[in-house]
């Protein structure tokens, strides 16, 4: 498990640094930009040299046992203070930034001096690719290597996620807040790997052992490190990627609503502002589908409006009736009576004969609804129930496009 953890982990780095980099080509003197840079680039190593075979590698190629691992824990050090660094810079004044990012650097440089001191009184002898944390935890050199780096790693992520949750709550743009939210939800995670961590030290004190708990501990440090990458990134893919589901969601109306809007165009020919394609071009139409959806909106709507004379209060009842029997209710009832009142009028329309009450104009058959979404969402509803009716008798011959079954 810890390898797949690894290899993914080790992937989303390298994607999130490639997109990254792509911006700071743009605009390479931005030091928050290149900092994340930086933090893509360590967390891509950690998870990378981490990997068992290139643990194995790194030190056959040192030849100093374990030395995979203290690479890996600096490049995670490094990467706590870099994401310091980062949000430092968007929270403080430019001068300010640079003065408190200037110590920040230097705390890192020091921790990471620690560290490797601390590594080398510790002189391994054992390669311990699976287990070197748990191995060495009775080290009195090793319990201070530990301490120090758990230390770090704590106050850092605790830090990102304090931080990012709370300027989540005031980030004007909202896949910017979004991209806060994961970022904290993964520091947070990322808290139960250094708890973990944590409790292998006091272990040692306090006579108690978390060796149950060691997948556990790479499972929230390797998805916490996954969801923080995504968090940083997300303001930049995420409004693509949402501009992508729209698509995909005005598409699927548009072609939802074709049987009711053909069925009341072929009554009804002037509501169409452009003249129709048939069935086939109305489903390979890709573009400008914002305006083509409204459009097919207030073209239904338009042709329920003129043929208001042609359905009275007792074709609702009647529908009401029917629908209550096959057990509808709600949304789902309501919706059928409108198809049902829909497809009598076009049936009255088709043979010249007017309802025996018809609605008045200012009742067209619908609830008023203030927007556009909101209205569309509704016609699929009486679109689906439309095209689950019965199918019509053939209209004339000049009526228009034929309705397609869906």
Not at 30 to 41: H, N
Not at 295 to 306: H, K, N, S, T, W
Request: a positive charge; hydrophobic letters at 50%; glycine letters at 8%.
């Amino acid at each position: 498990m810890v390898t797949v953890l690894h290899s993914l982990g080790a992937l989303a780095a390298w994607c999130g640094l490639f997109y990254k980099v792509r911006a700071l080509r743009k605009d390479p003197r931005d030091p928050a930009l290149l900092a994340l840079c930086a933090v893509f680039a360590l967390s891509g190593m950690s998870f990378f040299v981490s990997l068992p075979p290139v643990w194995v590698q790194v030190d056959r190629i040192t030849g100093v046992p374990n030395m995979a691992a203290v690479l890996a824990q600096c490049c995670v050090l490094s990467l706590v203070f870099g994401q310091q660094v980062v949000l430092t810079y968007w929270a403080r004044p430019p001068e300010e930034a640079r003065r408190v990012a200037r110590w920040q650097l230097g705390a890192c440089a020091a921790a990471v001096a620690a560290l490797i001191t601390l590594f080398c009184l510790l002189t391994p002898t054992d390669q311990r690719v699976k287990d070197f944390t748990l191995y060495y935890v009775h080290d009195p050199y090793y319990v201070a290597y530990l301490s120090l780096y758990i230390a770090v790693y704590l106050v850092g992520e605790a830090n990102v996620c304090r931080v990012c949750r709370r300027y989540a709550k005031v980030a004007g743009r909202t896949w910017l807040r979004r991209g806060l939210r994961v970022t904290a939800a993964g520091a947070f995670i990322c808290l139960g790997y250094g708890a973990v961590r944590a409790g292998n030290v006091l272990g040692t004190v306090f006579h108690f052992d978390l060796r149950a708990w060691e997948d556990v501990a790479w499972l929230c440090g390797d998805v916490g490190s996954a969801l923080t990458l995504v968090g940083w990134t997300l303001p930049g893919w995420g409004p693509r990627v949402a501009a992508v589901g729209n698509w995909l969601r005005a598409y699927h109306r548009h072609r939802r609503l074709y049987p009711l809007w053909a069925a009341l165009h072929g009554a009804v020919p002037t509501i169409a502002l452009t003249p129709p394609r048939g069935a086939l071009a109305d489903r390979l139409a890709f573009g400008q589908l914002e305006f083509r959806l409204y459009r097919r909106v207030i073209e239904i709507r338009d042709g329920q409006l003129a043929l208001r004379a042609f359905a009275g209060p007792e074709d609702e009842e009647r529908a009401g009736r029917e629908g209550r029997a096959a057990g509808l209710s709600g949304e789902a009832l309501r919706a059928h009576v409108e198809a049902v009142r829909t497809r009598t009028a076009l049936e009255r329309r088709s043979q010249g004969r007017a309802a025996a009450a018809a609605r008045a104009e200012e009742d067209a058959g619908h609830a008023a609804r203030t927007d556009l979404a909101a209205e569309t969402a509704w016609l699929v509803r009486v679109a689906t129930a439309f095209a689950a009716l019965p199918r019509a008798p053939r209209q004339p011959a000049d009526a228009g496009v034929p309705a397609e079954r869906v």
